[in-house]
């Protein structure tokens, strides 16, 4: 019997339960333990194999200290094409991608610690410098 896909949108709020948790260097063992969970499942839910319900939703976006929308905001659209009801722009799906990884969110990070915005901007253009033309 073939295994079945995770949908996209579990997939998405499991992403960005991850990168939150990530951002907050929290383990997935300390966040299983403040929901009554083994960190097995969250990683479940954190690559979307396992649906989060409503109810656990909100009690991982208070123990991430998120409003829940957080886990939707640029999530993909739903069958048909429906809107999210969202009213701003979600943000590209590789930026999502980019600070879930722990490469990404260290940069960020690190980046955001930088005071100066002058010294923030030539490091813009170093690195727009280095990967080149599009």
């Given at each position: 019997?073939?295994?079945?896909?995770?949908?996209?949108?579990?997939?998405?709020?499991?992403?960005?339960?991850?990168?939150?948790?990530?951002?907050?260097?929290?383990?997935?063992?300390?966040?299983?333990?403040?929901?009554?969970l083994?960190?097995?499942?969250?990683?479940k839910?954190?690559?979307?194999?396992?649906?989060?319900?409503?109810?656990?939703?909100?009690?991982?976006?208070?123990?991430?200290?998120?409003?829940?929308s957080?886990?939707?905001?640029?999530?993909?659209?739903?069958?048909?094409?429906?809107?999210?009801?969202?009213?701003?722009?979600?943000?590209?799906?590789?930026?999502s991608?980019?600070?879930?990884?722990?490469?990404?969110?260290?940069?960020?990070?690190?980046?955001?610690?930088?005071?100066?915005s002058?010294?923030?901007?030539?490091?813009?253009?170093?690195?727009?410098?280095?990967?080149?033309?599009?």
């Amino acid at each position: 019997m073939a295994k079945k896909a995770p949908n996209p949108i579990d997939k998405h709020v499991g992403s960005r339960v991850r990168m939150r948790r990530m951002m907050l260097s929290m383990s997935q063992e300390k966040l299983g333990d403040a929901l009554g969970l083994t960190f097995q499942q969250v990683q479940k839910y954190e690559k979307g194999t396992n649906r989060i319900g409503a109810s656990r939703l909100q009690a991982i976006a208070n123990i991430l200290q998120v409003p829940v929308s957080f886990f939707f905001e640029g999530a993909p659209h739903g069958p048909g094409g429906m809107s999210s009801g969202m009213s701003e722009a979600p943000s590209p799906a590789y930026v999502s991608d980019f600070l879930a990884t722990s490469d990404g969110l260290s940069l960020t990070k690190s980046f955001m610690r930088i005071k100066s915005s002058k010294l923030r901007r030539r490091i813009v253009d170093l690195v727009e410098q280095i990967a080149g033309d599009e």
